[in-house]
């Protein structure tokens, strides 16, 4: 079965350019999440959604971040304008009802210059 | 804000030893989750902890929740080269809620 899919795998992209990342959730799960990973403030959650519905957006760190789940198997998560300081690992997980075991896809490293 | 600080930050050991790990909170948590994010990876889930107390085993690996529920313990035995990685604890800010808290992660090198 395939995992967690996220495009692309690698951006590099100028300041002030927008950006989306792309994530697949695994088929059947309902809840799917975007985190940050930085090496200053090591893995964050940014907002997670439960059947498609966004529940918790409080770790979005500004206006310019936003995130879509348009479907149970698509979602998006956009930075517009980009920032240098937004350069980071953005991973998508998805988990099944209860369970805590969330399942990571590979991530999405970007470089804003 | 709450944190999951975890010690040692990194370390280097020969394989075939024992390695231990360990994560602390300044709140209680009512359940602890191990991961291991191999390089470029996402992580993946280890052991998930439910009950103050409880240890859990999974292959080469056991972790225990701290009876303090502040805590809690990640041990390998036996280390092997593809042990290498980051592990992370984890837990939810709060009961009834999916959104964790990761820890500052404990970096390990194996050498053989």
């Known amino acids: 079965d395939a995992g967690v899919i996220q495009s692309p795998r690698h951006e590099v992209t100028e300041m002030g350019q927008e950006v989306t990342l792309r994530c697949k959730p695994i088929s059947g799960h309902d809840y799917l999440f975007w985190y940050r990973q930085t090496m200053m403030r090591g893995l964050e959650l940014l907002i997670y959604?439960?059947?498609?519905?966004?529940?918790?957006d409080s770790g979005m760190p500004e206006d310019r971040f936003s995130a879509k789940m348009p479907n149970a198997s698509f979602s998006t998560l956009k930075i517009q304008p980009s920032e240098p300081r937004d350069s980071a690992v953005y991973f998508c997980?998805?988990?099944?009802?209860?369970?805590?075991?969330?399942?990571f896809g590979p991530g999405t490293r970007l470089l804003v210059l | 804000g709450q944190q999951l600080n975890q010690s040692p930050q990194s370390m280097f050991i020969q394989e075939g030893e024992d390695v231990s790990m360990n994560c602390t909170s300044s709140s209680i948590f009512n359940t602890w989750l191990w991961y291991k994010q191999d390089p470029g990876e996402g992580p993946v889930l280890l052991i998930a902890?439910?009950?103050?107390?409880e240890l859990t085993s999974n292959g080469r690996l056991t972790a225990q929740f701290g009876i303090t529920r502040k805590d809690s313990f990640l041990n390998i035995s036996a280390s092997i080269p593809s042990d290498v990685g980051i592990y992370f604890c984890a837990g939810p800010l709060g009961s009834g809620t999916y959104k964790y808290i990761f820890g500052t992660g404990t970096r390990l090198k194996v050498l053989a």
């Open positions: 959604f439960n059947n498609n519905v966004p529940i918790d």
């Open positions: 902890l439910y009950k103050a107390g």
């Open positions: 997980a998805s988990s099944f009802g209860g369970s805590l075991a969330q399942y």
